[in-house]
């Protein structure tokens, strides 16, 4: 509720849960991203990913890719509030 209120967009319970293993009609143009849905179609709502981690670190990262993330760091801080 607290991210449809932040984005202006109404809230409906709808949201929280879905058919598992149906793909939207709207999703259907993503298929260049082939592979990165596949958990969200199998499942059927919100799960909290117990692996996630909220702090990631880039040993690797080029200076163009260091930048990028620190340039929108604050913007994923800010979204994963809404995570739980």
């Given at each position: 509720r607290l991210l449809c209120d932040y984005i202006g967009?109404?809230?409906?319970?709808?949201?929280?849960?879905w058919q598992p293993n149906v793909v939207p009609?709207?999703?259907?143009?993503?298929?260049?991203f082939e592979g990165w849905l596949d958990n969200v179609v199998s499942s059927s709502g919100w799960i909290t990913n117990p692996s996630f981690d909220?702090?990631?670190?880039y040993p690797d990262c080029a200076d163009i890719q260091q930048e990028?993330?620190?340039?929108?760091?604050?913007?994923?801080?800010?979204?994963?509030?809404?995570?739980?």
């Open positions: 967009v109404p809230f409906t319970e709808a949201l929280l849960q009609s709207s999703w259907r143009d993503l298929d260049a909220a702090n990631p670190t990028c993330i620190d340039e929108n760091m604050p913007y994923y801080e800010q979204l994963l509030r809404f995570a739980d």
